[in-house]
């Protein structure tokens, strides 16, 4: 089966443009969750999907956002691209809320 | 407030020893415990839970245990191979009194290194 898969890989952009991510979950689970993880914060919880509802939000501005589709796909938007943003996006799925998360290889966003 | 934390940030260790990541949390309400495993240019990956109605959950090499008079997790991977090495994380999930408030809670994690 394959795990979740996150694309793209690598991402530089420049400040003040916007970004969107994509995380596709594992087979047949219904839930995404997003993290961003700097070395500085560690892993933080952005927001967490399940049937295409977002159930729960981190401390994140509004600049984060995200939805889910009807495959269980989801994306992660960031607009308004700061500096600070730079950092590794984690998607990780899971059969349903409270249940284990498995996680994709992330996508590596640099702001310039 | 709400926030797992590592008590050391590094731990080096001998091939085939035996190895103990620590780990602290502060919400007591919390009822499920993950630990997961980081190796370089990868995301976390699962090595084993525990609820918080266990007090020990034994994997394969690996022994989570819970006390949570003191609020505390370990980590126990035994006969330590290079393989091991990798930044460990534990995580807490907050649930939020029974509500949908599923989200993990990470500490800053404890880079494990293993010397051949």
């Known amino acids: 089966k394959a795990g979740v898969t996150q694309t793209p890989r690598y991402l530089i952009k420049t400040r003040g443009q916007q970004v969107t991510l994509s995380c596709s979950p594992i087979?047949?689970?219904?839930?995404v969750s997003w993290y961003q993880q700097t070395p500085g914060q560690g892993l933080q919880f952005l927001f967490e999907?399940?049937?295409?509802?977002?159930?729960n939000k981190g401390n994140f501005p509004g600049r984060f956002s995200g939805r889910q589709f009807s495959n269980s796909r989801s994306e992660m938007n960031v607009s308004t691209l700061e500096l600070g943003d730079s950092a590794l996006y984690l998607c990780?799925?899971?059969?349903?809320?409270?249940?284990?998360?498995?996680f994709g290889a992330g996508t590596r966003l640099s702001v310039l | 407030g709400e926030s797992v934390g590592l008590h050391l940030p590094t731990l080096s260790v001998q091939e085939g020893d035996n190895s103990i990541i620590n780990c602290a949390y502060s919400?007591?309400?919390?009822?499920?415990f993950i630990w997961y495993k980081q190796e370089s240019g990868k995301g976390p990956q699962f090595i084993i839970d525990?609820?918080?109605?266990?007090d020990k959950r034994q994997g394969q090499r690996v022994t989570v245990l819970l006390n949570k008079t003191v609020k505390h997790l370990s980590l126990q991977i035994a006969a330590t191979q290079p393989g091991d090495s990798a930044v460990y994380f534990c995580?807490?999930?907050?649930?939020?009194?029974?509500?949908?408030?599923?989200?993990?809670?990470f500490g800053k994690g404890t880079l494990l290194t293993v010397n051949p």
């Open positions: 990780a799925s899971s059969l349903g809320q409270g249940m284990i998360q498995y």
């Open positions: 087979s047949g689970h219904r839930s």
């Open positions: 999907y399940f049937s295409e509802t977002q159930r």
């Open positions: 919400n007591s309400a919390s009822d499920y």
């Open positions: 525990i609820r918080s109605n266990m």
């Open positions: 995580a807490e999930d907050l649930r939020g009194g029974g509500g949908s408030n599923y989200k993990l809670t």
